[in-house]
Structure formats: C-alpha cells, structure tokens
C-alpha cells in the first residue's frame, strides 16, 4: 500500500510579499501534479501533515477554490489542523473554521478527529492516525502527541502511521525555538510524518527503526535563503510486508526559487529600519539640546517668579522623567 506525504499547504488567495507570480496558481499546479503522481502510483490516500490553509479567516471564495480542488482528488486526502488552520491554538475552534468545514463536507478526513483504517488489507492491516497542533505542541506537556492512541484496540500488530503538526528537527536550530528533537521522541508508531517546519528534513529513518518524514512544505512563503534553494518534494510512502519505507519525489511544476521569491522586500525594509534608527538617533540629538534650552528657562523663571528650590528641582525632575519615558538619552 502505498501514500503521497506532502508538507504543509497554505491556501490563501492573497500573495505573499515574496512572491513574484501568482501565489495561488502556482500551488493549484502542484496539488494538481501531487493528484498525477497519487495515479501513477495508485496510492490509497494523499496525506497532509497540518496547515491546509493560511488562515482561519481565509475568504470564503478562496476556501471554496480549495474546497473545488479537493474534490478533484483521486484518492481520500487524509489531514490534521496545523496552528494555521484554528484560533490561537485552541483545537476546540476546529469545527468553527474552514478546515472543520472542509472536514464536515467530507473533501478531508481528519486524522485528529478519526483515525483511518483500509480495512480491504486484511490479514495486513494498517492503522493511521494524528494529533493537530495545539498550544502544548512541541512542550514538555506536549510530548504525547507523538503516540498514536488505538482506541478501538488493546493490541495492534501492523504498522503504525502517526501524523502530527509539530516543529520536529534532526538537529537543534541555535537559536531559542519551540521545537523537538528526531531523537527526543517516545512514540508506539513506525511512521511520523511531521508538517509546520518548512524547509523540511525529508527521510529520516531512526536507530530503533521509526521512520520519520518531511518532505518540506508545498508551497513557498517566505524568501528566506533555505526556501529560495530548496526543492520542493513529496514523499511516496510505500508499506511492504509490514515494513515502511519512503523516496522523496520533486514536483515538475515547481519552479526555481529565484524565479518565484524576491528579497526587495526584505532590502527595502531594512533600509527603512536604518533610517528609522537614524532619525531617532537625530531625535534623541535634538531632544537633549532642547532639553538644556528647558532647564535654562525652568531656572529662569524660578529665579524671577523667587520660588522655592524645591518646587524648581521637581519640575526639573518630572522633566527628566519625560524624557526618559520617550526614549530620550543624554550622550556627553
């Protein structure tokens, strides 16, 4: 039995800064494309590890395209909600969402809600299940959501797929991130498949024999140097005899990085972000002087109106204060 794994989605209508043709066109040409492959190889089902759309605010005639797409599949679309696809994190929003309407209507099969069985491989059975993302994702409280939870069965001898939304890596990042370790995972499955990191870690097989998988996401977003370089991949993974393996397939419709993402916007904010600072930096310049124009005229009227000192210093004081609040430094 076979099954296309692809990384997350991002359906919107709306283009992203980086993006230099039509953000949406060129995604429908790579879902399109994954359903030729999903023939071509007679897989059971398409798999999608979270993030199915941009946004649960996505318009309704963009989830109304996607849900057009969809029906098209030649093959059940098995999905979790990534932290795109609901409220703030909160799971229980689901249903109020274009992803739980998706669900609803049957154009997906929420692995989160329902595990899924092809029950036409006996004696061979394989079980499939997910866990969409929430706000213990990728915590220490979290760390569940790595374990497939048979519900309908105390034993279970064939494979095991589990799909979850999670910020999964071979290595840590080096920088302070949610994220969990290919290696830190406790988990009753033989499969992961793993969306909501990007740039993705293809097929990683682990010392104890767990397969993980993320063959990165479908679409790109952002024009950050990894996602202008990388290849944009699906995976094909092939159950044999109770064992699982998987190849990695790069999308034809995918067009180079360089041709589809521009870094101008991301230039042209870093030069307005220099100006700003350089502006402030006038500013404080031009606050302190200002300043020392106030303190003259404070002592000055002070001295002609004979108040007392300490009326003087708190005016000086609540002045200083000011200026502290706004940002104002002396530089001598």
């Known amino acids: 039995m076979k099954f ?19 953000f949406q066109q060129a995604l429908t040409r790579k879902i399109y494309e994954v359903y030729d492959l999903a023939r071509q190889h007679r897989v059971e089902a398409i798999i999608v590890p979270g993030d199915l759309t941009d946004s649960p605010n996505t318009a309704w005639g963009t989830i109304a395209e996607l849900g057009y797409v969809l029906k098209q599949a030649p093959c059940k679309v098995l999905a979790i909600h990534g932290n795109h696809d609901i409220w703030a994190g909160n799971a229980g929003s689901k249903h109020r969402t274009p992803f739980g309407m998706l669900a609803r209507l049957g154009l997906i099969h929420d692995l989160s809600s329902e595990s899924y069985e092809p029950y036409e491989l006996v004696p061979q059975r394989i079980y499939i299940s997910g866990h969409g993302f929430t706000v213990d994702t990728d915590t220490e409280k979290g760390k569940h959501q790595f374990n497939c939870v048979l519900t309908e069965y105390e034993e279970w001898e064939g494979p095991i797929i589990h799909v979850v939304h999670s910020m999964l890596l071979a ?30 870690f293809g097929i990683i097989k682990r010392k104890d024999g767990v397969l993980f998988i993320n063959p990165g996401a479908l679409c790109r977003l952002t024009a950050h140097p990894g996602e202008i370089e990388r290849q944009v991949q699906v995976a094909l993974l092939t159950v044999e005899n109770g064992q ?16 589809v993402l521009s870094r101008e916007h991301l230039e042209q904010e870093a030069e307005r972000d220099e100006r700003v600072e350089r502006f402030l930096q006038l500013l404080a310049q031009e606050g302190e002087s200002r300043f020392l124009e106030v303190r003259e005229i404070v002592e000055d009227i002070a001295a002609r109106e004979q108040l007392p000192e300490e009326v003087k210093k708190e005016a000086l004081l609540r002045i200083s204060r000011a200026r502290e609040e706004l940002g104002v430094t002396c530089k001598r």
């Not at 794994?5 to 039509?22: E, S």
């Not at 080096?174 to 993705?200: C, P, W, Y």
């Not at 190849?247 to 034809?252: H, S």
């Open 244 to 259: 699982a393996h998987a190849e990695l397939i790069p999308l034809k419709s995918a067009l180079p990085g360089h041709e």
């Open 4 to 22: 296309i794994v692809t990384g997350d989605w991002h359906f919107k209508g709306v283009n992203p800064k980086a993006r230099l043709d039509d």
């Open 171 to 200: 290595k840590p990042p080096g920088f302070d991130m949610r994220h969990t370790l290919i290696d830190q995972v406790k988990t009753n499955a033989n499969v992961i498949i793993s969306g909501h990191e990007h740039l993705g």
